[in-house]
């Protein structure tokens, strides 16, 4: 019977983190509006399956952009990373 409480009470521990986390902003989310914030707190349970087709629609749309843009994207992400 105790391992079950000791069990119970682990779980309990892990969802109180979890919870806490969820409501505790990362440095990255910091930076983002109220509006952002709600929105990631809205998808924050998506799939990975999800975040693949989203990422990987965003990319095909991205490749569809002149190449001369693509090249100057490349440049300013060369010269960022310097």
Same mark, same amino acid.
């Given at each position: 019977?105790?391992?079950?409480?000791? /069990?119970? @009470?682990? @779980? $309990?521990?892990?969802?109180?983190?979890? !919870?806490?986390r969820?409501?505790?902003?990362? @440095?990255? $989310?910091? =930076? #983002?509006?109220?509006? !952002?914030?709600?929105? &990631?707190? !809205?998808? %924050? /349970? #998506? =799939?990975?399956l999800? *975040?693949y @087709?989203?990422? #990987?629609? $965003?990319? !095909?749309? $991205?490749l569809?952009?002149?190449?001369?843009? *693509?090249?100057w994207?490349? &440049?300013?992400?060369? &010269? %960022?990373?310097?």
């Amino acid at each position: 019977m105790s391992d079950a409480k000791a /069990n119970r @009470s682990s @779980s $309990e521990k892990k969802a109180k983190d979890r !919870e806490s986390r969820k409501q505790t902003p990362t @440095s990255s $989310e910091k =930076s #983002l509006t109220s509006k !952002e914030r709600d929105t &990631v707190a !809205e998808h %924050g /349970n #998506l =799939s990975p399956l999800t *975040l693949y @087709s989203i990422m #990987l629609r $965003e990319g !095909e749309d $991205e490749l569809q952009r002149p190449k001369i843009s *693509l090249w100057w994207s490349g &440049v300013a992400a060369g &010269v %960022g990373i310097s």
